[in-house]
């Protein structure tokens, strides 16, 4: 039932139901990061650490992933499919990871108050590498089995642990 009536939403509002999912499921992720892996109990949980989080992930990530997977999908077709996953996950990890990584760490800065720049130079490369032992083959499956309309979905759900992972790092 509840997939059904993601799917029309979906189909009517892309943009749209794409931000608001990836805005409540980079939410969760922080929440995941303070309650499971910070252990700060419930009393002294950041909301506007949270709140930060779901706002990248609705007006920045989420546009932004929307369009970058209709991009691939428009402009990297070969043949072979299974060398088209390929190109499409090297495109994905040498070109999107690596700038969306610095534009989440310097936009968590910039709201924090803090220094971009420092920012970037602590934890930028820490996360880039940690980054390609989990997204490649992650993008593989994605990229393999899913239709489009639901490789945001699928990505987001698999980036609650990996915003859990990127909500600490920046947290340090």
Not at 60 to 85: C, D, H, Q
Not at 103 to 132: I, Q
Request: aromatic residues 14%.
């Amino acid at each position: 039932m509840f997939f059904r009536w993601y799917s029309a939403r979906l189909a009517a509002r892309p943009l749209l139901t794409q931000s608001v999912t990836t805005a409540v499921l980079f939410a969760t992720g922080d929440i995941t990061a303070q309650q499971l892996v910070q252990k700060r109990g419930f009393e002294n949980h950041d909301l506007t650490r949270t709140g930060r989080m779901a706002l990248y992930g609705g007006f920045v990530f989420g546009p932004a992933a929307t369009t970058w997977f209709g991009f691939l999908s428009r402009n990297v077709n070969v043949r072979n499919k299974r060398l088209e996953t390929v190109a499409r996950v090297a495109c994905d990890q040498l070109i999107f990871a690596p700038v969306m990584i610095g534009v989440f760490l310097s936009s968590m800065a910039t709201m924090e108050g803090a220094s971009a720049k420092e920012r970037l130079d602590k934890t930028y490369w820490p996360a880039l590498s940690t980054n390609w032992m989990v997204w490649p083959f992650v993008q593989m499956i994605n990229f393999t089995f899913l239709p489009l309309q639901h490789r945001v979905l699928f990505a987001n759900v698999i980036s609650i642990g990996w915003n859990s992972y990127l909500s600490w790092v920046n947290s340090q």
